[in-house]
């Protein structure tokens, strides 16, 4: 298995409070993807990151901030938690987007409960 | 209109049987197509990519037809272990879109 871990696995918060997600990989890989997972929508890209310190937007990007100060490691903050954000939240690493067919690794994902 | 789109299932279907899914995307210009496995309460894993030609790992076939804009999966001989949803998923020049899935359950 891809060295790919998330934490916390669990958290439950309140509205209004910021959260922040890790993702930490030990595989040295280049890209680093966040995303969101709900009933009746497919994966859906937060932001990520192509290097250190650079990171883009993906298609649901409001309300999450991200930061990569280091190459293993990926955070997500949600800057002020509201209930619309409760969903399951996993990071994603990979070596090369553009190469055809390179593999992307899944963290094992993180249960978000914003009540 | 989606721009990747499955069946949501479930498909239940016994030990033993074939059982196909398909998926639809609706960008003529997508470049790479996968299916990914994913256990209940787990993350996606990488099954199989899909090629041009069409390519079989074992018991699983993966087949693409640009011209329909869809690609299939093919399991024959089920097992409950490939009880799971299988998501497609579709890379385009600079983005990757993923299906909702298409849940299995094989029944003993």
């Known amino acids: 298995d891809a060295g790919i871990t998330q934490s916390p696995r669990h958290k439950v918060t309140e509205t209004g409070t910021p959260v922040t997600l890790r993702c930490h990989q030990t595989?040295?890989?280049?890209?680093m993807y966040w995303y969101r997972q709900d009933p009746g929508h497919g994966l859906r890209l937060i932001h990520y990151s192509y290097g250190v310190k650079d990171t883009d937007k993906g298609e649901v990007s409001d309300g999450y901030s991200v930061s990569r100060s280091k190459t293993e490691d990926f955070l997500l903050t949600l800057e002020s938690a509201t209930s619309s954000q409760t969903s399951v939240y996993f990071c994603a690493i990979k070596e090369d987007f553009f190469r055809e067919n390179t593999e992307a690794f899944f963290g094992q994902g993180t249960r978000l409960t914003v009540v | 209109r989606k721009e990747v789109e499955q069946d949501p299932g479930p498909f239940n279907v016994p030990e033993g049987a074939t059982v196909a899914f398909n998926c639809t995307y609706s960008n003529s210009a997508s470049q790479s197509f996968f299916w990914y496995r994913q256990d209940c309460r787990k993350e996606p894993k990488l099954l199989m990519s899909v090629y041009s030609s069409g390519n079989e790992d074992g018991r699983f076939t993966a087949q693409l037809n640009r011209a329909s804009q869809y690609i299939s999966l093919l399991i024959r001989d089920s097992k409950l272990s490939d009880s799971a949803t299988y998501l497609c998923v579709v890379k385009g020049y600079q983005k990757v879109t993923f299906g909702t899935g298409t849940k299995l359950q094989v029944i003993p």
């Open positions: 595989e040295n890989h280049r890209y």
